[in-house]
């Protein structure tokens, strides 16, 4: 029988304790490791970026603009 989130019980636990197992195996999985392989869309997207960022390398966002724009999106 194969391991589930069901025959686990995972599904039964509040959301809340759900994530808190996600984290856990994702930073177990981060401590072996373990180097997930990107997928052809996210390598070309990262190519892109590269590429885009090659061609013209003043083009910039200093990073006091992208902290506050960032911090701007998640006040309440």
Known sequence: MP????SLGIDR????EQLALV?????GILA??????LSESQLQELRRRVAEDD???DN???WKEVKAHALK???P
């Open 60 to 62: 910039l966002i200093p």
């Open 3 to 6: 391991v589930t989130v069901q």
């Open 32 to 37: 072996a490791g373990a180097r997930l392989p």
């Open 13 to 16: 636990l509040p959301v809340d």
């Open 73 to 75: 999106r998640i006040a």
């Open 55 to 57: 061609a013209d390398p």
């Open 23 to 27: 984290r856990e195996i994702w930073d």
